[in-house]
């Protein structure tokens, strides 16, 4: 991540964001109009979760056990969640959970994924990282540069890819004493678990040393995420980790088989709705988690057709972000205007 950039509470950068004059209701983007270049919301999301990170630890003190308030964020992915389609199972009630997200948090179904590209792992490299894919704003050796979307070569990093090394929200909250998961249905995001591996993570020289591995608990259960959110619930019971980052593969895997909007896809977006719920049950009924945990809900792409790969149509950039927790305000729609720098 750009070291340059301060690091902010998520309250005081929900302020800045969120206060628009004029919050803009969704609608579909005109097919002519410009992409916004600036901003786009995988900078904001990750800002956001390694605010929470930064701003917590410097109240906080450094030794283990005492990190006071806990705090906890899960990061959600729904690869491929085109938001006009879950508007309509909101319309609809059919997603209540989600519904649940928008009424109690922060929410805007006009975000954008990065600028140049649209499919899932160079995307998620990007929500992860902070990062643009290739070069951005002018500064040289900003971009991730990972632009492979299919399983990484053994021995592959996004390190050794991009020729220096390239910092993740796990490092960020590892290095500060967090704990950090990931769970994933691709196999293709093994690229996380050996770029951040005790081999190949940065030396921890914030505070304590927890040493390179900055991945705690890695789960990956390819193309099937009810086996993953199943080990998820029973992990986030039994010792719920700081930040954990949740990626559910269904909507994208039935959008290539029958078309984003078939009755398919849709029934990926209940499905997810339901887990949601879950989760929600999961938050309710702990002591740790209860009061001190942030959502945080994204996509790496949307789609159209049987495809998501064409970064220039609106129907794959425009993604949705929903933003839940003690910290964030209610029932506010982010304006985009602010992006459009
Ligand atoms: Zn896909």
Redesign the pocket.
Known sequence: MATSEPRMSARSFARIELFSPRPLDYRRPSRTAPRLRFLPAFVILTQIALGFAGGVVAQAPKAAGALTPPVYVVHISV??LRPEYLQQLLTAGQAPNFARLKAEGAWTFNARTDYDIT??LPNHVSMLTGRPINNKYGITNSGHRWTLNSTPPPGATLHTNAGYYVASAFDVAHDNGYSTALYASKDKFVLFRDSYNATNGALDVTGANNGRQKIDVYVNNDQNSTAMFSTFLTNMTASPTNYTFLHFTDP?TA??AGGWGSAAYMATLTNIDAKLGQLFGLIAGSSLLAGNTTIILGAD?G?VGTD?SNATLWENYVIEMMLWGPSMSRQIRISTRSMEH
């Open positions: 690869d491929g499919v899932t994208d959008g290539h792409h789609g998501h």
